[in-house]
C-alpha cells in the first residue's frame, strides 16, 4: 500500500519516539506492504540492529540498520567497518527511501509495447524462467550456444564467480562488466605489471598532488577517502589538486591549479622535467628497480631512446605550459615542491583519465611515483593481497560448452581498436547492432544503467532492438531495461545476500558481508539464485555447474577461504594494523573460533573481515614485468601493439606496426608509443569551448536520481535542487554575454542541452562543465524528466587502449537560450 512519508513517520514516531527518514520539500510516497504496516501498529516496538554492506556504489561501506519489529526504519554507518569508520555518504543514509519506492517492482514483468512505451503485464516467475529457459534449450541445442550474453556492471566476486561460471558451462564467452575497474586498470599493468589499481599511503605523505582523482566526491571509495583527508592536518600533509573545474576536493586543497581537458599527462612530464634536470628524483630506484630511464640497446643491436632524453628534449616548462595552460613559473614551483618534498604521493583519477588519451596520461602520472621511488617498501604506493577466498569447484565442460567459448567474443577488442581491454562497450554495441561476428539472441543484463551512462546511446539502443530477447535484472525499470522483453526484479541490497570485497585503491584487503535485514518485502529474488534455477532447468553440464543449492551455499563455500586461511580478523573494535601484523608475522591469529558456524555468525553480527597488512609495489624483490622491474619504457605494451599489428598483416612488421597505429589514431611513433606522452585530443575546431562532465555525491552515476532527497540535494553546493546546471567562467560567460542564472544552449556536433548557467571562478576559462547523474527518460516519478543528462551530446569517442569513455573529448559552442 502507498502511504506519504510524513505518515510513515508519524507512525514510527509512534513506536520510537525518533524520525527514521529525512525528507525534503516533496512529500514522497512510499510503497509499503499491508503486512508491514500492521506489524509496525500492533508490535510490541522491539527495536533491534542489523550490520550489512551498502550496494548503492561500488564503495561497499559499512551499515547499521535500525529496526523496530524487524521493520527497517533507520540506517547509519557501522563504525567497526574499516573502509567507512561509521561514515556513510548522503546516498547510503537515504537506501530506505529505496526499499520502500513506489516504483519498485512487485513482480516478473513483460513488454507488451515498443521500448519505452511503459506497457508492461505481470507474469509469474514460472512462466518468465520458463520462456528463457526453452529458448536458452534451444539455442544450445542447435549450436548456437555463443549467441548468449550477460552484461553486468560492478559485481564483482561470488556474483562475478556465478554469472561467469553460469555462462562459461552453457557456451559463451560473452560474459561482460560494463564497470570501469578493467580499464582503468590498463596503464597500472602496462608500467608495474599487476593488473590491479594500487593504494596510496595519504596518510603517511607530506604532500599529495593529485591529477583529477575528486576522491572526496568520486572514484572508489569517496568515504573512505574523506575518513583519510580528515587527518590531514593531525599528519601535516599537504593536498595539490590538478583539475579543470574545482571540484570538492579541489576546493580543501591547499592550492587548485587549472588545467586544460586532456593535458593532464603533459604536465606530469613537465613536473618530471624539473625533477630529471635538477637532480630531484630517487636515483638509486630508478638506476635499480626501473627500465627504460636511460637510452638502451635491445638484443638486437637496434637503440632505443630512454625516458630521461624524450622528458628532456620535449617536455621543459614554456612547451608544457603552451599546452596545459599552466604557466611555466608554476610547473617549475610544482616540480621544485614535489622534488623537496619527504613522501610526495602522486595519484591520478577521473580528470586524467577520461580522454582518448587516458592510458599515456596516467602512465605519465605514474612515472612521477616511479621517479619519486614510492614503489619501495614502505613507499606512497602499495599492494595488499586479496581477500583468501575458497575457489568454487572446477567446471566440466561438455562438446557444445567447450566449442562455444572458442568462439570470438562480442564485446573485446575488435583489430582497430581498445588492444588493451577485455570489453568495451563501444565494440559491443556495434557488434551487435550489426550481427557481427555472429548475431546475439539472448542478452541479461544485470546491474547498472548503461543506456543513461554510455556515450553510443544511439548505437547501444539499435543493438538493443536487434536481440530478440532482452532479460533485465532490476528494482526501478530505467533506461536499458526499457528495451527489455522481460524484466525480473532483483531483491535490493537491504533484502538480499551478497559480499563487497578488496575495493581497488583501498589500502587494505577487505570483505563485507551483505545479509538480509528484512525479509523481501515483494515478489523479487536474488540474481544469482535465478541464473542457478535456470541452469537447473537447461539440465545436463549446465544443470552440473551450479553445486550450490542457492546463492547462499555459494556465498559461504567462498567465506570459507577465510576462516581456514587465519589472516585478518573478523572487523571489531580495537583490531589494529600493527597489532595485526605482530600475530601473522609469528604465525599466530588474532581470533579462534569453535567452527565455521561460529565465525560466520561474528562475520554477520560485525559486518566483515579485514586484514591491514601491506605488500610493497614489488613481490620478491621484483615487478611482474617482461624486465622484472618498473617499465617507464613497457614492454608489455609493445609486444601487445606488434602482436596485434603482425596479426593478418604482411611480412613487414614495422609497416603493420605504422597501420595499425594509424588506425588507432595514436600520433607517437618510434620509441615514444611506450613512454609515457602527450598524446593530442582530437578535438574540433570549430567549437571553441571544452566540455567536462562531472559527478556529484547525492547522485554518482545518475543512480541517487531514484530518490527525492538526492534530487533535493543534488546542486547542494550551488543551491540548485532538481535540475542540472553549467559552470562557466566569467571570462567566458562574459564573452557569451551569459550571466548566472540565464538559460543557455549547449551545443556540440551530436546534439544540444538547455541548462541554466552557475557563473564561478572555480573553473578554468574555456572550460564549461555539466554534472552527470540527472536527465532521466525512465527510472521512476521522482528520476523521470528533471535536468539533463550531458553524455548524450558528447562524442562517441574511447580511450585508444582502454576503450574508457572519453567524457572530457568534447568541445561545445554555448550560447544565451532567447
Known amino acids: 500500500m502507498e502511504i506519504s512519508r510524513r505518515d510513515f513517520v508519524k507512525l514510527i514516531g509512534g513506536i520510537s519516539g525518533s524520525v527514521a527518514l529525512g525528507g525534503c520539500a516533496l512529500d514522497e510516497v512510499l510503497e509499503i506492504p499491508e503486512r508491514i504496516v ?13 550490520n550489512t554492506v551498502c550496494g548503492l556504489c561500488p564503495a ?55 521500448p519505452g512505451s511503459g506497457k508492461w503485464e505481470p507474469v509469474s516467475w514460472d512462466e518468465a524462467l520458463t520462456t528463457i529457459a526453452d529458448r536458452l534449450t534451444e539455442l544450445r541445442r542447435s549450436g548456437r550456444s555463443r549467441e548468449v550474453a550477460v552484461l553486468g556492471n560492478t559485481e564483482r566476486g561470488v556474483m562475478e564467480e556465478h554469472l561467469r561460471r553460469f555462462l562459461t558451462s552453457y557456451g559463451s564467452p560473452n560474459y561482460f562488466r560494463f564497470s570501469p575497474e578493467q580499464n582503468d586498470s590498463v596503464p597500472f599493468a602496462l608500467v608495474h605489471g599487476r593488473p590491479d589499481i594500487p593504494s596510496f599511503d595519504l596518510l603517511g605523505a607530506g604532500l599529495v598532488l593529485s591529477f583529477g582523482a575528486n576522491f572526496l566526491e568520486d572514484g572508489w571509495s569517496p568515504v573512505y577517502y574523506t575518513k583519510l583527508y580528515s587527518r590531514h592536518r593531525e599528519q601535516q600533509t599537504r593536498y595539490i589538486q590538478v583539475e579543470s573545474r574545482m571540484s570538492m576536493t579541489a576546493s580543501n586543497a591547499e592550492r587548485w591549479i587549472p588545467v586544460r581537458p586532456g593535458t ?15 637532480d630531484l628524483f630517487n636515483e638509486r630506484f630508478v638506476r635499480n628497480d626501473t627500465f627504460g630511464f636511460e637510452d638502451w640497446v635491445d638484443t638486437a643491436g637496434t637503440k632505443h631512446i630512454g625516458f630521461r632524453n624524450i622528458v628532456l628534449g620535449n617536455y621543459y616548462p614554456e612547451k608544457v605550459s603552451e599546452i596545459t595552460g599552466v604557466p611555466a613559473a608554476t610547473i617549475l614551483e610544482l616540480g621544485r615542491l614535489v622534488g623537496s618534498t619527504p613522501k610526495t604521493v602522486v595519484i591520478g583519477g577521473s580528470g586524467a583519465g577520461d580522454n582518448t588519451n587516458g592510458t599515456f596520461s596516467q602512465m605519465a602520472v605514474q612515472s612521477l611515483n616511479a621517479l619519486l621511488g614510492n614503489y619501495d617498501p614502505g613507499g606512497g604506493v602499495f599492494f595488499h593481497g586479496h581477500a583468501p577466498l575458497d575457489r568454487f569447484p572446477d567446471l566440466t565442460l561438455d562438446g557444445p560448452a567447450k566449442a562455444g567459448i572458442r568462439a570470438e567474443p562480442l564485446g573485446g577488442p575488435g583489430k582497430d581498436a581498445y588492444p588493451l581491454t577485455g570489453f568495451s562497450i563501444d565494440r559491443f554495441a556495434k557488434n551487435v547492432a550489426a550481427e557481427e561476428p555472429y548475431p546475439l539472441s539472448v542478452l541479461f543484463l ?79 529474488r536474488n540474481a544469482g539464485d535465478v541464473f542457478i534455477e535456470l541452469a537447473r532447468r537447461i539440465g545436463g553440464a549446465v544443470g552440473s555447474s551450479a553445486p550450490f543449492t542457492d546463492y547462499l551455499g555459494g556465498l559461504k563455500h567462498a567465506v570459507r577461504g577465510l576462516y581456514r586461511s587465519g589472516e585478518g580478523s573478523v572487523v571489531t573494535r580495537g583490531q589494529k594494523t600493527r597489532w595485526l601484523e605482530y600475530l601473522q608475522q609469528r604465525g599466530w591469529q588474532s581470533g579462534r573460533y569453535s567452527s565455521f558456524d561460529e565465525f560466520w555468525d561474528q562475520l554477520l553480527t560485525h559486518g566483515g573481515w579485514w586484514n591491514p597488512v601491506r605488500r610493497d609495489g614489488k613481490a620478491g624483490g621484483k615487478f611482474p614485468t617482461p624486465s622484472g622491474k618498473y617499465e617507464f619504457y613497457s614492454r608489455k605494451l609493445m609486444d601487445e601493439l606488434h602482436a596485434r599489428a603482425d596479426r593478418g598483416g604482411t611480412t613487414d612488421s614495422r609497416g603493420n606496426l605504422e597501420s595499425l597505429l594509424s588506425r588507432l589514431d595514436i600520433a607517437a611513433r618510434g620509441d615514444n608509443v611506450a613512454l609515457p606522452h602527450h598524446e593530442p585530443v582530437p578535438y574540433e575546431g ?40 553549467v559552470e562557466i567562467h566569467p571570462e567566458t560567460a562574459a564573452a557569451a554575454g551569459i550571466s548566472s542564472g540565464d538559460w543557455t544552449w549547449v551545443e556540440s556536433s551530436v546534439g544540444s542541452v538547455r541548462v541554466r548557467a552557475r557563473v564561478t571562478p572555480g573553473i578554468m576559462p574555456d572550460v564549461v562543465a555539466i554534472p552527470f547523474g540527472m536527465g532521466h527518460t525512465s527510472y521512476g516519478r521522482y528520476a523521470r524528466g528533471y535536468g539533463v543528462n550531458p553524455n548524450t551530446i558528447l562524442r562517441n569517442l574511447h580511450d585508444r587502449l582502454s576503450g574508457k569513455p572519453a567524457t572530457g573529448a568534447t568541445k561545445i559552442r554555448i550560447s544565451r537560450a532567447v
Request: proline share 7%.
Open 446 to 524: 544485470y546491474g547498472g544503467n548503461p543506456l543513461f551512462q554510455a556515450l553510443n546511446h544511439q548505437d547501444l539502443s539499435a543493438a538493443l532492438k536487434k536481440v530478440p530477447l532482452v532479460v533485465s535484472f532490476d528494482t526501478i525499470i530505467n533506461e536499458t531495461s526499457e528495451y527489455a522483453n522481460l524484466v525480473l526484479p532483483e531483491h535490493t541490497f537491504l533484502e538480499n545476500w551478497g559480499e563487497v570485497s578488496d575495493v581497488p585503491t583501498v589500502g587494505f584487503s577487505h570483505l563485507g558481508i551483505r545479509q538480509p535485514v528484512v525479509e523481501a518485502l515483494h515478489d523479487t
Open 38 to 50: 500492521r506489524r509496525m501498529r500492533t508490535g510490541p516496538g522491539l527495536e533491534t540492529w542489523k
Open 264 to 278: 593532464y599527462g603533459a604536465l606530469a612530464l613537465g613536473i618530471a622535467y624539473v625533477l630529471i634536470r635538477e
Open 60 to 114: 561497499g561501506c559499512g551499515m547499521s540498520v535500525r529496526l523496530i519489529d524487524s521493520v527497517p526504519v533507520g540506517i547509519k554507518g557501522n563504525g567497526q567497518y574499516p573502509v567507512n569508520q561509521g561514515g556513510l555518504c548522503p546516498l547510503g543514509l537515504n537506501a530506505l527511501h529505496l526499499l520502500y519506492h513506489p516504483d519498485r517492482l512487485k513482480g516478473p514483468v513483460r513488454r507488451v509495447g515498443n
Open 686 to 725: 570549430d567549437r571553441p569551448l571544452y566540455l567536462v562532465t562531472f559527478q556529484v555525491l547525492p547522485n554518482r552515476d545518475g543512480v541517487g536520481a531514484a530518490l527525492p532527497m538526492m534530487q533535493e540535494m543534488f546542486g547542494y553546493a550551488v543551491h540548485a535542487h532538481w535540475e542540472s546546471w
